[in-house]
């Protein structure tokens, strides 16, 4: 094998992928992206792949001018068309991996779009899927036949919080009962940090027709700094009900720390209503920022993450 890997960044997700290749010490590589006047596409690598280890990123979260559909099928077929052209091993990229909040069926007849998507990866000859922070590691896991990779910014939250919080006590709070394996794994490098293990809470979280209510806080945290700890965030609604039933429960200050801010429509009210003192979010999507968003809101750049995997998967 060659000794220095080959990195692809298609559109949407080049400036993160020149910060990937950046940290390697290698450039971009090249390809061409072609769009045909009936809506079709075509992109093909513009240098030989043949016996390399390659690998190609891209951001599948939706925007205005490429939806989230146009995204995934575009890198399916580019993975496909790298695999053609002789590539030794193909590795996806993904800072966030769309359709994996369905994963499981929680009614009759519900789609598990996790494992559909898995196994359009896998016909298209993909050999390592790695992703950042998706909605279920397990569901991750378990949908896809090749191997994975699952990524976490937990130590750069830490890192950033830290200095914030001071000597004050902290809780770990999941706005639902089903991140709870979330907030023990944030909890968990909390703690290898800071020397000492932090409490943790929940919510009460009950959706019904897109209508979130219950506001039970089980878990104490008076007196307490409350870090809320989510993988997502599009129209805020649930972490605004969690910073306020922090409030309501004794917290002295409130931190939102969420991994991929999609701040789709709706999630003004999150700055509007002052309740969060504060956002910590990654740069896994890079839609624009609202007004009243800046400034309140810390970005943390996750391209080493990425990079570091690339050095440890090539070698």
Not at 199 to 211: D, I, M, Q, V, Y
Not at 212 to 231: E, H, R, S, Y
Request: charged residues 25%.
């Amino acid at each position: 094998m060659n000794s220095e890997p080959v990195l692809f960044a298609l559109e949407g997700s080049h400036e993160f992928g020149r910060s990937v290749a950046s940290q390697l010490g290698i450039s971009l590589a090249a390809h061409e992206d072609r769009a045909f006047d009936d809506g079709e596409h075509k992109s093909r690598p513009l240098q030989s792949v043949r016996g390399r280890d390659v690998y190609v990123l891209h951001t599948l979260f939706g925007e205005e001018v490429l939806s989230v559909n146009d995204k995934l099928l575009r890198l399916l077929f580019f993975i496909a068309t790298v695999k053609d052209a002789g590539a030794k091993r193909v590795t996806a990229l993904l800072p966030y991996l769309a359709y994996a909040r369905k994963d499981r069926r929680a009614k009759d007849q519900d789609p598990v779009t996790t494992r559909y998507v898995a196994q359009l990866f896998e016909a298209m000859g993909v050999d390592c899927v790695v992703a950042l922070e998706v909605h279920n590691r397990s569901a991750f896991d378990n949908a896809f036949r090749c191997r994975t990779v699952h990524l976490e910014a937990h130590s750069l939250f830490v890192n950033a919080l830290i200095d914030r919080v001071g000597d004050e006590p902290v809780v770990i709070v999941s706005p639902d009962a089903g991140g709870t394996k979330r907030v023990d794994r944030f909890r968990d490098a909390w703690t290898d940090a800071a020397g000492e293990q932090p409490p943790t809470a929940f919510l009460e979280k009950r959706r019904s027709n897109g209508k979130v209510t219950g506001d039970a806080v089980i878990g104490d945290m008076t007196g307490k700094v409350a870090i809320i700890f989510d993988d997502m965030v599009a129209s805020g609604t649930t972490l605004l009900r969690a910073a306020d039933a922090c409030k309501d429960k004794g917290a002295t200050r409130v931190f939102g720390v969420i991994t991929h801010a999609l701040f789709g429509p709706g999630s003004e009210q999150l700055y509007r209503a002052g309740a969060m003192d504060q956002l910590f979010i990654t740069d896994s999507v890079t839609p624009q920022q609202k007004p009243e968003v800046q400034g309140r809101v810390t970005t943390l750049p996750v391209a080493g993450l990425f990079a570091q995997t690339i050095r440890e998967l090539h070698t």
